[in-house]
């Protein structure tokens, strides 16, 4: 598919929602809340946007994986199973949103995101530090991997919270863990469903390496920050981020004018 044609200013905003995706995302998730509408705004439709958003996606999520890596925030304990599961779930997941409407997902993921955020905020110690395992990370991975690398091909939004979240109460994970352990897990769905979206010339490969450009220098100034700071830091950037997502989706499930 041939590059489309941007104004300079387009490109700029393209540069600047990279930055800060990659910034929000190494941290909190949520990245795609920034950069999926930047790509629509600079004319890109919509099979286009998705593609090339997993494209700049994964550019940053690979560098804010390796920065928790070599911080000994990711562990490979259950990825044997888990990267497998994701990626073949998060195929599926890219192959059916090409052929169907995400209407429901819209109208539900934001009533389970509310109860994921009202948890959190009630429970303060959640993730401070390493607690009580509630399943195997085997079984873990294989359903979340599943589940979570799906709904990623598919639709998308939520995504890092669902498996940061999952983490915390089913493993025990401390926060900064279970972020750098997300970072894993979401590579590989970025990595899957870019190969889908590839594969039937949905990328726009210029401009996603431009902005993928630019998130990586997010990523890696984010995960740093978030590395530095700690679970208290990274909480109130799951909260804020986490919220934002529900108003955004509560706002184009029920709100927008068709």
């Known amino acids: 598919m041939p590059e489309l044609v941007l104004e300079p200013s387009a490109w700029l905003l393209i540069a600047l929602a990279g930055f800060a995706a990659g910034f929000i995302d190494s941290i909190a998730g949520g990245g795609g809340m920034i950069s999926l509408p930047a790509l629509l705004t600079a004319g890109l439709p919509p099979h286009l946007a998705l593609g090339t958003n997993k494209l700049q996606s994964a550019l940053g999520t690979s560098f804010s994986t390796a920065n928790y890596a070599a911080r000994r925030l990711v562990t490979a304990d259950g990825l044997a199973v888990g990267i497998p599961a994701t990626a073949l779930a998060a ?121 993928g450009g630019a998130n990586v220098c997010g990523a890696l100034v984010g995960s740093s920050l978030a590395i530095k700071r700690g679970a208290a830091f990274i909480r109130v950037c799951f909260l804020a981020v986490v919220g934002a997502t529900i108003l955004r989706l509560l706002w184009r499930a029920w709100f927008a004018p068709a």
């Open 91 to 211: 195929f599926a997941g890219a192959w059916l949103v090409t052929r169907m409407s995400a209407d429901l997902l819209v109208r539900t993921i934001p009533w389970l995101l509310i109860a994921i955020f009202v948890f959190v905020l009630l429970v303060p110690k959640l993730g401070v530090q390493r607690g009580r395992a509630r399943m195997g990370s085997a079984g873990f991975y294989c359903a979340f991997g599943l589940l979570l690398g799906f709904y990623d091909g598919f639709f998308g939004p939520g995504t890092g919270t669902f498996w940061t979240f999952g983490f915390l109460l089913l493993l025990g994970y401390t926060l900064p863990h279970a972020t750098g352990q997300t970072k894993t897990v979401n590579l590989t769905s970025n990595v899957a469903s870019l190969v889908w979206f590839a594969w039937h010339g949905e990328v726009a490969w210029l401009l996603g390496l431009a902005m």
